[in-house]
């Protein structure tokens, strides 16, 4: 069983930053990707940024130069380091993982960008 928890959401201004993390429970974080996702009301649940297990990165063209993703294995714990963020990246964030034939998810924590 894998288990996936998100913190570090809250509110800030236009052009700040914050650094989302998400920590997994279980044995298989150093084998398997990790992904950020977020969605708003009324929209499907998009991908912001991936990390391969030998740590290839990929990122949504809406995040690329100013989201950062990256994972610490001693803590199996993966990152999200968002800078000059805008409102139009006010989401709730998901952290999630597969390891087939199982989804797993977090419970999502919320991003509020004010202009």
């Known amino acids: 069983q894998v288990q996936l928890v998100e913190s570090g959401g809250g509110l800030v201004q236009a052009g700040g930053s914050l650094r989302l993390s998400c920590a997994a429970s279980?044995?298989?974080?150093?084998?398997?990707?990790m992904r950020w996702f977020r969605q708003v009301p009324g929209k499907e649940r998009e991908l912001v940024a991936r990390?391969?297990?030998?740590?290839?990165?990929i990122y949504a063209d809406s995040v690329k130069g100013r989201f950062t993703i990256s994972r610490e294995r001693g803590k199996n714990t993966v990152y999200l380091q968002m800078n000059n963020l805008k409102p139009e990246d006010t989401a709730v964030y998901y952290c999630?993982?597969?390891?087939?034939?199982?989804?797993?998810w977090g419970q999502g924590t919320q991003v509020t960008v004010s202009s």
């Open positions: 279980g044995s298989i974080f150093s084998i398997v990707a």
């Open positions: 990390i391969s297990s030998d740590g290839i990165t």
């Open positions: 999630n993982t597969e390891f087939s034939p199982r989804v797993y």
